[in-house]
């Protein structure tokens, strides 16, 4: 019969086994929210773009838009 390290270390391999089978959805989810993310972002690239102070004529500087914070990947509050 296997001795009481023996089963401890196969149960430890168990654990481990099933540990990586939870973190793969896991994974795959944050894999496809990143990719998301990446075709948001240059979806809004070109608003971003256009989005700019320059078209103000001389008003004082402002804070970007949430276009423009959301295509160049900044916190809303910057700038």
Avoid: C, F, N, Y
């Avoid at 894999?31 to 240059?42: G, L, S, Y």
């Avoid at 809004?44 to 103000?56: F, M, R, Y």
């Avoid at 959301?70 to 910057?78: D, F, K, R, S």
């Amino acid at each position: 019969p296997p001795t009481k390290r023996e089963r401890l270390e196969k149960g430890e391999r168990r654990a481990e086994q099933h540990q990586g089978w939870a973190d793969a959805p896991k994974e795959k989810r944050r894999r496809a929210a990143e990719e998301q993310t990446a075709a948001q972002a240059a979806l809004l690239a070109p608003l971003a773009a256009a989005d700019t102070t320059a078209s103000l004529g001389g008003a004082p500087m402002r804070r970007p838009s949430a276009i423009v914070a959301g295509g160049l990947h900044q916190p809303l509050g910057a700038g």
